[in-house]
């Protein structure tokens, strides 16, 4: 969904396309492309709601309905406007994804690999943009649409053996599904009751103690929470991620590259996987925090070099002799930011929610910061251009680099570590009172 309108909007706005049979403006290509995140972002919300009622499994297999359905419109399209209404819907079905799969995730995982497998939600979301850069590039627009619809379903084919979130389940006062859930997840071998033990009290302490939604929400460690989560987002979208793989072909061209704008695309999204492969790896040893700081020290680096190469390049022209003597800057600077990107910005802020949250408010957290990152990914995409053209492309990148130097700041006076820690660590970090729990502890 996220990669399709790379290949596939650059065919289909040419004068001569024939791949659907009606025409398509490049401004009509531009509401195509940028379509899903509303669709995303008016999800964002109610799905929060919907997979505490239904459960995160039901929640996911019922996604599978739009999601076939919006590629169906979309194979199908025969005018503009139901091109439009199919890529809504799957921004709909993929923008709910992004708010249950990380929560469900999050839920199942073990906390010593919570990270690594919170990573691997952007490492699978960067597997399937290189999915349809390669494939989309090389397939006629038909073949491609349709290995789109087949690939929900072969998900719900799947996904329908697998087990409820035991968080979810004991939550729900289920607790012989739970257990049942742990087994399969943790093997016949592992010793569940001590885990099981551990969510029953947790869930018990959220009854006993139980506040309304509005006093969950205005605890000072759910304010700081939710404080982190939104910034996060907000700095991942205002990273400049947008800009850098926008300008991707202009960059290879600058760079002397004669290479197609397909190839560039791919090199890219190769970039992304192993550089988000590598974060899996590495985000529960080094740690969020460490990545993240180097994460917005490199991306600032690499927008401040683009920003000189292309402010030249604006003022002396494409030819002059100080920009050729340069033209290596932009693909190292390119490549250097994706990797930091990919490391550090790109899955993390997935993960704050699921780490920092305690249950009564992480599906509303997470629905909220997700709407929140879609609107702003709507926002960049559609005035990237206009700014361009108002500010230049060089005062772009600078603007990108200014905005990284503030997040830098913030995460290193204001996000915590999160590694290895439990909930209720990571609540008195946030600035929970202690008293409650050692209570608890007391009556145990």
């Keep these: 969904m996220l990669g399709w309108s790379s290949p596939v909007v650059y065919k289909i706005v040419q004068p001569n396309s024939t791949d659907y049979n009606f025409p398509v403006t490049e401004a009509q290509g531009d509401w195509v492309s940028s379509l899903i995140n509303l669709g995303a972002a008016a999800v964002c919300f109610p799905i929060g709601l919907i997979m505490d009622a239904i ?36 921004g709909v079905a993929g923008g709910a994804f992004c708010v249950t799969a990380p929560a469900y995730t999050s839920e199942i995982a073990q906390d010593s690999i919570r990270g690594t497998l919170g990573s691997y939600f952007q490492l699978m979301i960067t597997i399937g943009i290189l999915f349809a850069y390669a494939v989309g590039s090389y397939t006629s627009v038909l073949a491609f649409n349709i290995l789109c619809t087949i690939i929900p379903i072969i998900f719900g084919i799947i996904f329908f053996f697998m087990p409820e979130s035991p968080n979810y389940l004991v939550v729900k006062g289920q607790n012989d599904a739970a257990r049942e859930a742990l087994i399969k997840l943790r093997g016949s071998g592992y010793d569940v009751d001590t885990e099981l033990n551990g969510l029953k009290l947790k869930a018990e302490e959220s009854r006993n103690n139980q506040v309304s939604f509005r006093s969950a929400i205005t605890k000072k460690s759910a304010l700081k929470a939710i404080f982190i989560c939104y910034a996060l987002m907000l700095f991942q979208q205002l990273s400049g991620i947008n800009a850098v793989i926008f300008n991707s072909s202009a960059i290879f061209a600058s760079a002397g590259a004669s290479i197609s704008s397909a190839i560039s695309s791919i090199i890219i999204g190769v970039i992304q996987v192993v550089a988000t492969f590598i974060s899996s790896l590495v985000v529960d040893k080094l740690g969020r925090r460490i990545l993240l700081l180097l994460s917005a020290l490199v991306m600032c680096l690499c927008s401040t070099a683009l920003g000189v190469f292309f402010f030249l390049q604006d003022q002396h022209g494409a030819d002059s002799s100080i920009v050729q003597s340069m033209s290596w800057l932009p693909l190292l600077s390119l490549s250097l930011f994706i990797i930091a990107f990919s490391l550090g910005f790109g899955p993390i802020p997935w993960m704050m929610a699921g780490d920092l949250c305690m249950i009564d408010i992480k599906a509303f957290v997470g629905s909220t910061a997700g709407t929140l990152n879609w609107l702003l990914s709507f926002t960049v995409t559609s005035t990237f251009n206009s700014l361009n053209f108002a500010i230049g492309s060089g005062q772009v990148f600078w603007l990108f680099a200014g905005i990284m130097v503030i997040g830098f700041i913030f995460i290193f006076f204001i996000v915590p570590e999160t ?26």
């Design 55 to 90: 459960g995160r499994k039901k929640t996911m297999l019922f996604l599978v309905v739009p999601f076939t359905l919006g590629w169906l419109l979309i194979t199908f399209a025969t005018n503009v406007g139901m091109l439009m209404v199919g890529r809504f819907i799957t």
């Design 419 to 444: 590694k290895g820690k439990s909930i209720a660590e990571i609540q008195l970090m946030l600035g929970e009172e202690p008293q409650q729990r050692n209570v608890e502890i007391n009556k145990k």
